[in-house]
Nanobody
Framework: QVQLQESGPGLLKPSQTLSLTCTVS??????????WSWIRQPPGKGLEWMGV????????VISPSLKNRASIFRDTSSNQFSLTLTAVTPEDTAVYYC???????????????RGQGTRVTVSS
């Protein structure tokens, strides 16, 4: 059973950098043919896919709406992957989730495995 757990700060000020980490258990981020994504849900809105990193290398795909601000990288020794989002604004307030999708699925829309989420608030 794949389990994911997000961790990171809950409150940031505008212009700061958000850093979140996802700890994975029950699967290897390098071996189990899964794609590892970050998604978020702003208050009152639907889920927004942010980006993904593959199991087979460090290549990433980032949503065009976030391409200049978001980065995803992985720590294979810790079986973790992380999200960095620069220059946050109140519009980045959301519940952030890490998630996993099988290699033959659509990692932009389908996440059979997802963490419980961590709430991030951006406010001055």
């Amino acid at each position: 059973q794949v389990q994911l757990q997000e961790s990171g700060p809950g409150l940031l000020k505008p212009s700061q950098t958000l850093s979140l980490t996802c700890t994975v258990s029950g699967a290897s981020i390098t071996k189990d043919f899964l794609y590892w994504s970050w998604i978020r849900q702003p208050p009152g809105k639907g889920l927004e896919w942010m980006g993904v990193i593959g199991y087979d290398n460090d290549g990433t795909v980032i949503s065009p709406s976030l391409k200049n601000r978001a980065s995803i990288f992985r720590d294979t020794s810790s079986n973790q992957f992380s999200l960095t989002l620069t220059a946050v604004t109140p519009e980045d307030t959301a519940v952030y989730y890490c998630a996993a999708s099988p290699a033959d699925g659509d990692f932009r829309t389908t996440w059979p495995y997802r963490g419980q989420g961590t709430r991030v608030t951006v406010s001055s």
